[in-house]
């Protein structure tokens, strides 16, 4: 069974920085993409960043492009995200989802597993 466990979400201010981290376990299969999510109270889960293991390829919101970095450690089964110069409007929980496959995607639907969230507040 896939389990995700996201770690490294807190409190910054304006133009601070975060790294999450989500460790991955019990994937069978080599070829998959795992990808970055966030919800906000009373608004609709968003993609944020994806990367697939296979061809290593990302893909960006428009919204974080130029202040996120999404990346892997293959040997520690650990994806990435690195949040610079965040901004009031990045707060939200943030998940960790893999799925199957080799194409990289933001549509939450298309992701099977995901983990439990991490809180990231970001403060003017």
Not at 40 to 68: L, M, Q
Not at 83 to 100: F, G, I, Q, S, V
Request: net charge positive; aromatic share 10%; proline share 2%.
């Amino acid at each position: 069974q896939v389990q995700l466990v996201e770690s490294g979400g807190g409190s910054v201010q304006a133009g601070g920085s975060l790294r999450l981290s989500c460790a991955a376990s019990g994937y069978t299969s080599s070829r998959n993409c795992l990808g970055w999510f966030r919800q906000a109270p009373g608004k609709e889960r968003e993609g944020v960043a994806s990367i697939c293991t296979g061809s290593s390829r990302t893909y960006y919101a428009d919204s974080v492009k130029g202040r996120f970095t999404i990346s892997q450690d293959n040997a520690k089964n650990t994806v990435y995200l690195q949040m610079n110069n965040l901004k009031p409007e990045d707060t939200a929980t943030y998940y960790c989802a893999a799925r199957n496959g080799v194409v990289v995607t933001l549509d939450p639907s298309l992701y099977a597993y995901w983990g439990q969230g991490t809180q990231v507040t970001v403060s003017s």
